[in-house]
């Protein structure tokens, strides 16, 4: 076993690679980021140290020796070697390592709650949960796993569909002093929260046969789960989804109205790029999600 005491310098070695390779100190120094001088001076140290003479010098000018050409090729396998081993671990490293893209609403009520189950279950894997409401770029972006909610139309991702959802309305036990409406006609006379025109009132309220228009005047609430704590503190009724709204009703902070459901145009995406879906960390995660649904839609009295 060679007697690693003796290396050479890993600087030294280096610097005359890279002098070697362009036949250049200049060109050397831009490429490791030193000065000509800083390279000639490890060369020369190296020589002293060998007992051997790797370049030729007529002033400025250098010219590797059939030794320094030898010793070169022999050097630039073993730094070849170790540039390859070195970016092995890295990509090792970055394999273990998840980033999950949700929105606020879905990944503070439902996904965040939950993960320390699966951080539990893979604890060689970093967890890294964004939340955003505008369409994250799963490529751009350096995003593993998207859990979207939409039409499952997602051009150039593999997407799986994992869960859909309800609106019911959903109020405080304590709205009104606890005087909550008894029957969907009710409503008439009750603050109903407003949302953005994308969850609208218009079909549950058909499902429950009342002719009302939409709330109007007042605040618009743009974020669901913002809706839902607006609910909590008794501001009025809100129109929720059951994954947004399933821990505060489980906690009593909420009480599901009436025994109605509307189901949405939109479910629960799993989404990734195509190559990705391979990877382990995301292999993992992807089960993972699926049987969390699986066992949330046993475990919180399921509209559907």
Not at 54 to 63: E, H, P, Q, S, V
Not at 71 to 100: G, H, P, Y
Request: neutral net charge; hydrophobic residues 40%; contains cysteine.
């Amino acid at each position: 076993m060679a007697d690693y005491r003796k290396l050479p310098q890993l600087a030294a070695l280096r610097a005359f690679e890279a002098a070697a390779r362009y036949g250049s100190f200049s060109r050397a120094a831009d490429e490791i980021h030193v000065t000509p001088g800083a390279i000639s001076h490890q060369v020369r140290a190296l020589e002293e140290e060998l007992g051997v003479q790797l370049f030729a010098r007529n002033g400025k000018r250098i010219t590797i020796t059939d030794a320094g050409q030898r010793f070169a090729t022999t050097i630039r396998k073993s730094l070849s070697d170790i540039a390859i081993a070195a970016e092995t671990l890295q990509i090792q490293s970055r394999q273990k390592r998840l980033v999950i893209s949700a929105s606020p609403s879905f990944a503070s009520r439902w996904l965040a709650p939950r993960l320390w189950k699966f951080i539990n279950l893979h604890p060689d894997i970093e967890v890294v949960l964004q939340s955003s409401s505008q369409l994250s770029d799963l490529a751009q972006e350096f995003i593993d796993v998207g859990l979207r909610f939409g039409r499952g139309r997602y051009t150039g991702l593999a997407s799986e569909k994992l869960l859909d959802d309800f609106y019911y309305p959903v109020a405080s036990p304590d709205y009104r002093s606890g005087r909550l409406p008894q029957t969907p006609q009710q409503l008439h006379d009750c603050n109903l929260l407003r949302m953005d025109a994308a969850e609208s009132w218009q079909p549950w309220f058909q499902a429950a046969g009342l002719d009302l228009p939409e709330p109007a005047g007042g605040l618009v609430i743009e974020d669901s789960s913002l809706t839902v704590r607006a609910a909590v503190d008794g501001t009025g009724i809100a129109l929720t989804r059951h994954t947004i709204a399933w821990q505060e009703i489980a906690a009593g902070n909420l009480v599901r109205l009436f025994d109605i459901a509307v189901k949405s145009d939109f479910s629960y995406y799993f989404v990734c790029m195509p190559e990705s879906l391979n990877k382990v960390q995301i292999h993992h995660f992807r089960n993972w999600i699926k049987a969390e649904m699986s066992q949330f839609k046993s475990d919180s009295r399921w509209p559907g």
